[in-house]
């Protein structure tokens, strides 16, 4: 039995941030415990840039903003096991794991940060009716393979899903000398940042077909081409509008989910709207001690605010071995009001508050001139107006203590108000 | 001959749709931008319209096979595809310290391109 002070589960840059920061407020024996071959995470297969413009100011690619955390866990004394795989946890913070060295290891850990990141969903969870073929790839597999591994899966591509990843895939595929066919989207409006559909796609005149979707995959060994059709306002295809495109590879960028079977086993509460665990504002989940932060508790566009929110996990695993944890008064549970799909964290209970809590909430809808509004107990404590809001862009409300100390009751509500609602009230 | 040229704007999350209008490259006009960042940024788009290049360059005796690598400034985007010819010939070996320059003054646009990450010594078919 290894004992530690803090468990990290997941080198990427949430479990990175959230090391460094448990260190800086003194935490002694810390471990990150990772299961690739390097520590950085998802970063490492991101090569292109646009990372880090927040927190350094400038842009930098995956594995440079990476490299920056890496070389700072260096010098500190966090010890790290890498090639290691975590197993179980249970909710006492024992850790079962496993690596080819050490064998079976365990662990007991006075906190643990679960950050573990995510995974993508594949064709099985789409539903994608046809043959079995090859060449059928996630976009982060794919990416893996091109920007890890130096293979190039495909010639004649087509990608199904217009997230940023399944953008930079499409602008990734087309430098390295293979055809995309096309970008196809089942929603009216791309998924991703307007940049990457400007410098991802228009930039190589990769044609995006919106409220579009596959219908079917054809090939016998390797995939010789897919249906595609135009869907209704219900996501319904088209019959009529079907056409066969012809390919060898189709790309898979259809969203990804927290990765949190560990979450469960150790009995975790859990959102069944972010799929991941539900945290209160100091990244602490339901079993008292294990913290989680990044892409394991939501799904994150900007690796900036992970780095930022792995700080607060890493503070509070420290403050909560310390037995300095803020005091707690019955939790204030944080709802989703209107065009709100979630809000994190999704409960609060300092009993005192002395700093901004920051909250993260993904829309629903796209909407123009729009007010955030924050309801306790009916009535509006905090408004705060906002140009635009859009599902992939996710909107940052830092509220400060004055007007948390004001809540009474037991519930906030956000709400994104339209113009409409204003005019009605 | 007047000339009417559509952008999308990438400054803020408001994606303005943007026209320029020109006559033999002198901008005559530009409309639909929300704010002077907008004409800014179709400016730039019309006249030197330029892009970070990032991609990856194989590697012997390194830890993994491949080396990402981005130019140090964004180049003429015109250049991309010439860009990733040249490159398309160099291979490194490691170790490669992040910041490295790899290429130097590609195509003459006075831009490196530089390694963006660290890579030690290893033996990459091990991992695979
Ligand atoms: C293709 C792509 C493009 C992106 N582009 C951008 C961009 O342009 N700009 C930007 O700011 N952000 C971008 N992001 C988002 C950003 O990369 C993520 O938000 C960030 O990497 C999430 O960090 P994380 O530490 O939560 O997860 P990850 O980086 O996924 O790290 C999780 C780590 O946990 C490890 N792990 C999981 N389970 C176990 C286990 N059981 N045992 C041991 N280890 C385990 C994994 O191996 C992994 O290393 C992009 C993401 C992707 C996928």
Redesign the pocket.
């Known amino acids: 039995m290894i004992e530690v002070d803090v468990a990290i589960?997941?080198?990427?840059?949430?479990?990175l941030a959230s090391a460094m920061k448990a260190c800086e407020e003194g935490v002694k024996d810390i471990l990150i415990?990772?299961?690739?071959m390097e520590l950085?995470?998802?970063?490492l297969?991101?090569i292109?840039d646009?990372?880090?413009t927040f927190i350094f100011e400038e842009t930098l690619t995956?594995p440079e903003y990476a490299q920056r955390y890496i070389d700072e866990v260096k010098k500190t004394g966090i010890n790290v096991k890498l090639n290691?795989?975590?197993?179980e946890i249970d909710s006492a913070k024992r850790i079962i794991?496993v690596n080819q060295e050490d064998g079976l290891l365990e662990i007991e850990a006075k906190a643990i940060i679960l950050?573990?990141?995510?995974r993508e969903r594949t064709r099985a969870q789409i539903l994608i009716p046809g043959d079995r073929p090859s060449g059928i790839y996630t976009?982060?597999v794919a990416?893996r393979y091109i920007n890890i591994e130096g293979v190039i899966p495909g010639k004649k591509v087509v990608i199904l899903g217009s997230g940023?990843?399944g953008m930079?895939m499409a602008r990734r595929f087309t430098l390295e000398g293979a055809k995309v066919e096309g970008v196809y989207e089942v929603m009216s409006n791309p998924g991703g940042l307007t940049r990457n559909v400007v410098q991802c796609v228009e930039d190589y005149e990769i044609p995006l077909h919106l409220s579009h979707t596959i219908t079917n995959i054809r090939g016998r060994r390797r995939v010789e081409g897919v249906t595609v059709a135009k869907v209704d306002s219900e996501m319904r295809p088209i019959k009529d509008t079907e056409r066969f495109v012809p390919c060898d590879t189709v790309i898979l960028s259809v969203g990804?989910i927290p990765?949190n079977e560990?979450s469960k086993s150790a009995d975790v509460g859990m959102d069944p709207i972010t799929n991941g665990p539900i945290v209160d504002e100091q990244m602490q989940t339901s079993v008292p001690g294990i913290f989680a932060?990044?892409?394991?508790v939501h799904?994150?566009?900007?690796?900036?605010d992970?780095s930022k929110v792995?700080e607060v996990a890493g503070r509070g695993a420290a403050e909560y071995i310390d037995g300095k944890l803020k005091k707690r008064r019955s939790p204030i549970k944080v709802k989703a009001g209107r065009n709100v799909k979630y809000v994190v964290p999704q409960i609060i209970h300092g009993e005192k508050f002395d700093e901004d809590i920051r909250f993260y909430l993904r829309v629903k809808e796209i909407e123009k001139s729009v007010k955030t509004v924050v309801l306790a107990d009916g009535e509006r404590i905090f408004e705060k107006k906002i140009k635009i809001v859009k599902p992939p862009e996710m909107v940052k409300l830092d509220i400060s203590p004055d007007i948390l100390n004001r809540i009474t009751g037991d519930e906030l509500i956000i709400d994104v108000e339209g113009e409409e609602d204003e005019e009605k009230s | 001959m007047k000339r009417s040229h559509n952008f999308t704007c990438i400054v803020c999350p408001m994606s303005c749709q943007i026209e320029l209008i020109e006559e033999d490259d002198k901008i005559l006009e530009v409309r639909g931008n929300g704010c002077k960042r907008g004409e800014e940024y179709v400016t730039e788009e019309f006249t030197n319209p330029v892009r970070m290049l990032t991609t990856t360059i194989p590697v012997q005796e390194g830890r993994i096979a491949m080396l990402p690598v981005r130019s140090e400034r964004p180049v003429p985007k015109n250049l991309l595809r010439r860009c990733m010819k040249e490159l398309s010939k160099v291979r490194v070996k490691a170790p490669v310290r992040c910041g490295d320059i790899i290429y130097e003054n590609i195509l003459d646009t006075g831009v490196s391109i530089i390694s963006s990450r660290d890579l030690s010594i290893g033996n990459y078919s091990e991992f695979r």
């Open positions: 589960i997941g080198g990427g840059p949430a479990g415990i990772e299961r690739g950085g995470g998802i970063l297969q991101c292109h646009g990372f880090g995956g290691t795989m975590v197993l794991a950050s573990m990141g995510c976009a982060g990416q940023d990843i930079i990804l990765e560990l932060c990044g892409n394991v799904v994150h566009d900007l690796v900036d992970v792995a």
